[in-house]
C-alpha cells in the first residue's frame, strides 16, 4: 500500500515565539500516552537528607509545559534528537555530555 508524503504546515502564536527555559525533563507514560513534564528551577539548591539518610541537595522546579504525546510520535521525537544533537556536535565542536552526579 502506497502513502502519499504529508507536508505539516506549522504556525506558532506570536506570544510562544521566544520559548521558555526548561532545566530538565520528567518523561513518563500510561498504556494509551507518553507525557513530557518540563520544569524549570525555582530556588537555590538547599541540603536536605535523603530517604536513605545520606545528605543530599533539594531543588525546587515548577512545571512549565506538559506534553502528552502518542506512542508512535516518540519515536520520531528520538530520531529527530538524536539528528539535532550530532548535528550541534559537529557544528560547535562539544561533545554533550551529561550533568555530573
Do not use: C, Y
Not at 502519499?4 to 506570536?14: D, F, G, Q
Not at 520544569?39 to 537555590?44: C, K
Amino acid at each position: 500500500m502506497n502513502q502519499r508524503p504529508t507536508n505539516v504546515s506549522i504556525t506558532m502564536p506570536p506570544e510562544q515565539v521566544t520559548g521558555v527555559h526548561a532545566d530538565f525533563v520528567s518523561a513518563w507514560h500510561t498504556q494509551d500516552v507518553f507525557v513530557l513534564d518540563f520544569a524549570a528551577v525555582v530556588g537555590p539548591g538547599r541540603p536536605a537528607e535523603g530517604p536513605d539518610g545520606q545528605p543530599i541537595t533539594q531543588v525546587d522546579a515548577q512545571v512549565i509545559s506538559r506534553v502528552k504525546l502518542p506512542p508512535s510520535q516518540v519515536f520520531e521525537i528520538m530520531k529527530a534528537l538524536e539528528q539535532q544533537l550530532s548535528a550541534w556536535e559537529a557544528e560547535t565542536g562539544h561533545r554533550a555530555t551529561p550533568p555530573s552526579q
